[in-house]
């Protein structure tokens, strides 16, 4: 979530602009992923690890900042790819000589009162747009 004004941009490269829409991008990712935690924990027990997979979980950054916004320590194997590893699991027919952990690296929550902040304001207009299209009499 970055606010800019137009006397802003003209300060900053299009490179710069580039940067940092995919901090953006990457932090809505997190944002949305914590929001979604927050509803599971009201219908099931709160956890205190998150492992996660996939491309985007090469991220070092990505990883980081969910550990230090969910407050839970963030676990990432070296082979990332689940879905393939899984495939590759049930071709070969479920072999019980099949290797089920691999090294992981491990993200510590740490204290980050800026991205908590962004959060916040981000989570708010989530709320405020959600609310409005409920009282939408076109979209019913």
Known sequence: FIETTDAQDQYHSS???????????????????????????QALPATTTLRVSGGLANLDKLCQQLANLSGKEIIRPTATEATARGLAYLTAKRPTQWRTTDPEQRFTPQPA?????????????????????????ECK
Do not use: H, P
């Open 15 to 41: 490179e710069e602009r580039i940067a940092q829409q995919a901090v953006a991008i990457v932090e809505s990712i997190i944002f949305l992923i914590q929001r979604n935690l927050e509803e599971l924990e």
């Open 113 to 137: 009162a800026k991205l908590l902040e962004r959060y916040q304001r981000w989570r708010t207009i989530l709320e405020n747009e959600i609310e409005t299209l409920g009282n939408c009499k």
